[in-house]
């Protein structure tokens, strides 16, 4: 029988539980023309929100751009051209016909790879790489007016456009989409100082230009009949202790579900107890990611960050700037609490004054509290 927990890729159809509400909200304001921020901490589900959103309408062409793999202005480019002649023409004497149509100054080249997927070749030269991001950015929207179609775009890790040519780029976004009038575009990324600055901050173009999403963890509930079925159905079982366990440990985030469940059911003869579920997370999961952990514990050079850490893992609800946690975890004044955090959060290690990462969280409080 195979694995039937996914962790590690987005998910979509019978391995995608939940979100109903978000994929209504998500389908009427792309629908009706409105764009669309989405934004989560890491691993919460917005890649497998917009697949299975996208796997469920069929009232426009949805493309999916992830921009993590984007390394220059003209490779963003390009790649937003090709998925989208990719998504929209089936054949080259069609793409032929509007080529002169959809593109102002490029004249690229037709282009067909050994698998039949159209695309086009575009001469680079180096002062003609904003010129071809102009272009790209257009084209959706020339396409979808051609066509007569509807297109919605989602640029996934939106944020990484800060590592190309930041605030130019934003501005060239801006002053083109925002004259787009068949072609909604949702704007997906997880760091939120990132987003919020791009999104939030007034003096940035694309400062109230879009609809916000916020995803949340999902139902526990939900989770853990989730979990109990999944087993049923691929004939083991696990108990409702159990379920719970792992639902509450994982804090309603699939990823974590998933992660320790996939773990879990390799291990599991038939039925699962809470005690196999501990020492699938102790003795498999945290080994696993242990060499990964000691290079970003090795990464944070201060002492006072590392005593935060440490501290925030060991507490229940850690009251950080209280006086009691700053003497407990030895960490001098407020002040020095607010400016750790500040710079954790620039790293990505804590949201909303927490260890994002459960199992970092996890691995920092079996390691280090003796250490204090
Ligand atoms: N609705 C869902 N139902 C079941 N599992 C889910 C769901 N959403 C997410 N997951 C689980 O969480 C994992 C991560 O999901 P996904 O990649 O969509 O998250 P993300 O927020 O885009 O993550 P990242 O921040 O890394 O981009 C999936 O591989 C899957 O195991
Ligand atoms: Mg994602």
Redesign the pocket.
């Known amino acids: 029988m195979k694995n039937p927990f996914?962790?590690?890729?987005?998910?979509m159809g019978k391995?995608?539980?939940?979100?109903e509400k978000d994929i209504h909200e998500l389908r009427s304001a792309m629908l009706s023309g409105q764009h669309v921020v989405l934004f989560?901490p890491?691993?919460?589900?917005?890649?497998?929100?917009i697949k299975e959103t996208f796997r469920r309408t069929e009232e426009a062409i949805c493309i999916h751009l992830d921009l993590w793999q984007v390394t220059s202005t003209y490779s963003l480019g390009k790649e937003i051209i090709n998925s989208v002649v990719n998504e929209t023409y089936g054949s080259i004497e069609k793409l032929g016909r509007d080529l002169k149509d959809l593109f102002k100054a490029l004249r690229p080249k037709i282009s067909i790879d050994m698998e039949g997927h159209i695309g086009v070749e575009l001469e680079k030269g180096e002062e003609e790489e904003v010129l071809i991001l102009k272009e790209a950015l257009n084209f959706p929207e020339n396409v979808a007016r051609k066509k007569g179609v509807k297109l919605i775009i989602a640029f996934d890790?939106f944020q990484e456009i800060e590592h190309l040519d930041g605030l130019e780029l934003e501005k060239l976004f801006r002053s083109i989409l925002q004259h787009h009038e068949n072609v909604s575009y949702i704007f997906a990324g997880?760091e939120r100082s990132l987003i919020n600055i791009i999104f939030g901050a007034k003096e940035r173009p694309f400062y109230r230009f879009a609809k916000h999403i916020v995803l949340e963890p999902?139902d526990r509930e939900v989770l853990v009949r989730f979990v109990v079925n999944k087993f049923a159905a691929s004939g083991k079982r696990i108990d409702m202790d159990a379920a719970r366990w792992t639902v509450e440990f994982s804090e309603g985030i699939?990823?974590y579900v998933?992660h320790i469940c996939h773990e879990v059911w390799y291990m599991a003869e038939k039925e699962v107890k809470r005690e196999l579920v501990e020492k699938v997370i102790g003795e498999r999961i945290l080994p696993g990611l242990s060499s990964g952990f000691e290079v970003i514990w090795k990464g944070i050079k201060s002492e006072g960050q590392r005593k935060l850490l440490i501290g925030i893992a060991n507490e229940n609800q850690p009251q950080i700037y209280s006086q009691r946690f700053i003497e407990k975890y030895r960490l001098k004044s407020p002040g020095h609490v607010r400016k750790a955090i500040k710079s954790l959060e620039g790293v990505g290690l804590i949201e909303e004054d927490r260890i994002w990462d459960i199992f970092f969280r996890e691995w920092v409080k079996q390691n280090f509290y003796s250490r204090i």
Do not use: C, M, N, W
Not at 6 to 11: P, Q, S, T
């Open positions: 996914i962790f590690g890729r987005a998910v391995h995608f539980v939940d979100r989560s890491r691993k919460i589900g917005k890649t497998s929100l890790e997880s999902i699939p990823y998933q």
